[in-house]
């Protein structure tokens, strides 16, 4: 082989180098882009999963607050409706006490008072009674004296 040859043939192979060395470059070039790519796009998910969890979470905390404040709301409706009927039943029945009471003092002195009046038409009749015997008495003694 001559020096030209072998010159010729050093350079082919230098070219070979070149070529294969600029291909794994683009090789290498090409993966750490689609590794970028990879990275950012999984961050992006990553980023919209955390996203959409936290609200996902604020939504269920508003949900159960919103529950939490029905039900408060309606304990405490019912509570005040307890209260109320409580009342009423305490001025129902307090009334009726003093219905009963009232009654009770109206009984007692309608037979107070028919009680006075049996009286005053005994005592009447003592003393008519009196009277009677009295003018009889005189009456006889009247007739004693003619």
């Known amino acids: 082989m001559t020096d ?4 010729h043939k050093k350079d082919h192979k230098d070219e070979d180098k070149k070529e294969k060395k600029h291909k794994e470059d683009k090789d290498d070039e090409h993966h750490e882009k689609k590794e970028k790519k990879e ?8 980023d919209e999963d955390k996203h959409e969890k936290k609200e996902k979470k604020e939504k269920k905390d508003d949900d159960e607050d ?7 709301k309606k304990d405490d409706e019912d509570e005040d409706e307890d209260k109320h009927e409580k009342k009423e039943k305490k001025d ?14 109206k009984k007692k002195k309608k037979k107070d008072d028919e009680d006075e009046d049996k009286h005053e038409k005994k005592d009447k009749k003592e003393k008519k009674d009196k009277k ?3 003018d009889d008495d005189h009456e006889k003694k009247k007739k004693k004296k003619k």
Request: hydrophobic letters at 0%.
């Open 4 to 7: 030209e040859e072998t010159k």
């Open 39 to 46: 990275k950012k796009d999984k961050k992006k998910d990553d």
């Open 66 to 72: 919103h529950e939490k404040k029905k039900k408060k």
């Open 92 to 105: 129902k029945k307090e009334k009726k006490d003093d219905d009963d009471d009232d009654h009770e003092k």
């Open 132 to 134: 009677d015997d009295d």
